[in-house]
């Protein structure tokens, strides 16, 4: 059975940088979509980032574009996290979940049939 395993969550300031890693266990992430989203407390969930294992696509929200990047590179097993330039609103409990498919509705990703949630690691943007 699939197992996640978020990390690299830490404190940071402003414009400063962060990788997180979604280590995965029990099974590959083979021809699995793996999202990556965010809940702030009182906020809803957000889907800030995808990848589509099978063809390499790639999906983000508008607020992060530009700024996240999940490398391609070691994608199919570990899924990793680049967000740069962080901001105050970056601040967040970050999850990553396997799903089959990705899209982006209102500007936010959208993960479709996730069977598996990570509990999540902890960015907080501060000053």
């Known amino acids: 059975q699939l197992q996640f395993v978020e990390s690299g969550g830490g404190l940071v300031q402003p414009g400063e940088s962060l990788t997180l890693s979604c280590g995965a266990s029990?099974?590959?992430?083979?021809?699995?979509?793996i999202g990556w989203f965010r809940q702030a407390p009182g906020k809803e969930r957000e889907g800030v980032g995808c990848?589509?294992?099978?063809?390499?696509?790639?999906y983000y929200a508008d607020t992060v574009r530009g700024r996240f990047t999940i490398p391609k590179e070691n994608a199919k097993n570990t899924v990793h996290l680049r967000m740069n330039s962080l901001k105050f609103e970056d601040t967040a409990t970050y999850y990553c979940?396997?799903?089959?498919?990705?899209?982006?509705?209102?500007?936010?990703?959208?993960?479709?049939?996730?069977?598996?949630w990570g509990k999540g690691t902890l960015v907080t943007v501060s000053s």
């Open positions: 979940a396997a799903g089959d498919f990705c899209t982006v509705v209102g500007g936010w990703v959208k993960i479709y049939g996730a069977d598996t």
């Open positions: 029990g099974a590959t992430l083979d021809y699995r979509a």
């Open positions: 990848i589509v294992n099978t063809d390499g696509s790639l």
